[in-house]
């Protein structure tokens, strides 16, 4: 795998649906990376953008270190997995404890 880094990153639609705005985050080189939030929020349309199935509306997406804004999606290796099922309210506190050490403030947000 190879280091993402988003700069500013925004999707708007046509209809003027604003489903990312000015999102910024880095993954290192092997790093394995979570988006969690609530339904709508723009993790699956980010990680679209990521994987150049959804083209980018303002902002840069560099992919090795090279700009990756309008790369063919064939050419980019990634992996995706949306757990729609994932449900905070019932997760343990004994099978959050990583959440909580390693995001306290998310695992908060969620409940855990």
Not at 4 to 11: A, D, F, N, P, Q
Not at 61 to 77: F, S
């Amino acid at each position: 795998m190879a280091e993402i880094r988003l700069e500013r990153v925004s999707k708007t639609y046509p209809s003027g649906v604003k489903a990312v705005e000015d999102i910024s985050l880095g993954v290192r080189d092997g790093e394995f990376m979570i988006l969690l939030g609530p339904s709508g929020c723009g993790k699956s349309t980010t990680l679209r953008m990521i994987a150049g199935l959804e083209s980018i509306t303002s902002g840069k997406l560099h992919i090795a270190g090279h700009l990756a804004n309008d790369v063919d999606p064939r050419l980019v290796k990634s992996v995706m997995l949306v757990e729609s099922g994932f449900n905070p309210n019932a997760v343990s506190k004994k099978g959050a404890r990583g959440l909580m050490q390693l995001m306290p403030e998310t695992a908060a947000e969620v409940g855990v």
